[in-house]
């Protein structure tokens, strides 16, 4: 959430976006670790002139205001990148992607920071889910001192 990563994050992220075939309108995942993501992909979308909208999928729906899990400018027929900060068991980002289905979404497929290589990818993937990250745990890793 500090400010240097997600002028950091949100370029990269994007860029990655681009280069996929997914061709998505909105990014978001589940709360609270896909936000700050989604936000700073979004944020940086708009400085290029080609806006994405971010949304958030809450744990459970509120039983005040909307009672919606998927929040935001999320609108039904959107097709959209779930978005996670690591990639672990993968659980989060099939909970997320089962909220927006149920909303009328089209997942396009997860985008991840890092992937911690513990059967999160094979997971989605073997749910029909392409995963894209940004890194592995293994290069973090090898890159330490």
């Known amino acids: 959430m500090s400010p240097d990563g997600l002028a950091l994050i949100g370029p990269l992220a ?3 976006l681009a280069r ?3 061709s998505v309108d909105a990014v978001g ?3 609270l670790g896909a ?3 989604s936000y700073a992909i979004a944020y940086a979308s708009a400085l290029q002139g080609t806006p994405l909208r971010a949304f958030t999928v809450r744990k459970e729906a509120k039983a005040h205001g909307t009672g919606r899990l998927v929040e935001g400018p999320f ?3 959107d097709r959209v990148a ?3 900060d690591v990639i672990t068991t993968g659980g989060s980002a099939l909970r997320a992607t089962e ?3 149920a909303a009328g979404g089209i997942v396009a497929g997860v985008l991840a920071l890092v992937d911690r290589e513990e059967g999160g990818r094979e997971a989605l993937e073997a749910a029909g889910l392409p995963v894209i ?3 592995r745990a293994s290069e973090i890793v090898s890159r330490l001192p």
Do not use: K
């Open 82 to 84: 779930v978005i996670e």
């Open 20 to 22: 996929s075939t997914w």
């Open 99 to 101: 909220s927006i289905r």
């Open 35 to 37: 936000d700050p993501v």
């Open 14 to 16: 994007l860029d990655a």
């Open 133 to 135: 990250s940004l890194t």
């Open 75 to 77: 609108r039904e027929g």
């Open 29 to 31: 995942g589940l709360t």
